[in-house]
């Protein structure tokens, strides 16, 4: 993996960290990205103008395409700032998490109780973050209820595994019905 921000695998893994951070409970966009190819601000081996700098790291910098995406999960983000504070106001009084793994909110279910890579983000929304590079459909399993996968609005019956298409615009979250 490089930290090239021109890498097209960069930038698919850039947004799909993005995509997780989504539906984390703090969203911001740290990082020191290279090509480390910006000239210095001072020849002196001390002081601030001596450090090297990265690149931009705005949600514009890295093309139209992938801004576009960032562009529509930041709108997502701001669209649930109601239900995060909401979150917010409940681990105050009550220290439930935010992001939960699968077994807070459904104990009563066994296999909840082994999944690795998929939670819930507050009560209403399960996130199956993409893990890999180049990975564009995974398997989710859903709960007993009924689960609305929010990129399609598609409606499915719980307590079943699925496989869902994850192309780089969407990852997969299904909203509790």
């Keep these: 993996m490089t930290d090239d921000v021109n890498d097209p695998d960069f930038r698919q893994l850039l947004i799909r960290w993005y995509q997780f951070a989504v539906y984390s409970p703090v969203l911001r966009m740290h990082g020191d990205r290279g090509p480390y190819n910006i000239p210095t601000l001072d020849d002196r081996d001390w002081g601030g103008g001596y450090l090297r700098t990265g690149q931009p790291n705005e949600l ?30 409940e681990a105050h009084v009550n220290g439930s998490p935010l992001l939960r793994a699968m077994f807070y909110e459904f ?37 007993k209820g009924k689960w609305k996968l929010t990129s399609t609005g598609q409606v499915y019956d719980g307590n079943d595994l699925v496989s869902v298409d994850a192309p780089v615009e969407y990852m997969p979250v299904f909203e509790k019905q």
């Excluded at 514009?60 to 106001?89: A, C, F, P, T, V």
């Design 60 to 89: 514009w910098s890295y093309g139209e395409d992938n801004y576009k995406i960032m562009r529509q999960y930041y709108d997502i983000r701001m669209s649930m700032h109601d239900y995060i504070k909401k979150l917010y106001e």
């Design 107 to 143: 104990p009563e279910d066994e296999k909840c109780w082994e999944l690795k890579s998929q939670y819930m983000f507050g009560d209403k929304y399960l996130v199956a973050p993409i893990l890999h590079l180049n990975e564009f459909k995974r398997e989710v399993y859903l709960p």
